[in-house]
């Protein structure tokens, strides 16, 4: 089992910054990409960006150049810093890692963390 927990959402307003937070606790060991997905009212839920155990990035089109994502040498946390905050990226953002054990791979999800982008 992989647990995760995401901090650091709110409210900023347009051309900010956050960082978000998520914590990975339980297999840690077993775990093969972390990354940030997001889903605004009404919208299917979408990846923002991911790393994965080798260090590889991926972004989507829409932040590339403005979120970053980053992990702890420890691998148990990952981090997303947001600048240029535009409105469209309000939404709730939700952790993810993907981790695989005895040939099997699973899905963990955190709880999800309110970015709001308003003036």
């Known amino acids: 089992q992989v647990r995760l927990v995401e901090s650091g959402g709110g409210l900023v307003q347009p051309g900010g910054s956050l960082r978000l937070s998520c914590a990975a606790s339980?297999?840690?060991?077993?775990?093969?990409?972390m990354g940030w997905y997001r889903q605004a009212p009404g919208e299917e839920r979408e990846l923002v960006a991911a790393?994965?155990?080798?260090?590889?990035?991926n972004y989507a089109d829409s932040v590339k150049g403005r979120f970053t994502i980053s992990r702890n040498n420890a691998k148990d946390t990952v981090l997303l810093q947001m600048n240029s905050l535009k409105p469209e990226d309000t939404a709730v953002y939700y952790c993810?890692?993907?981790?695989?054990?005895?040939?099997?791979?699973?899905?963990?999800w955190g709880q999800g963390t309110q970015v709001t982008v308003s003036s």
């Open positions: 993810h890692a993907r981790w695989g054990v005895f040939g099997h791979e699973y899905d963990s």
């Open positions: 790393i994965t155990k080798g260090g590889s990035t």
């Open positions: 339980g297999n840690i060991f077993s775990i093969n990409a």
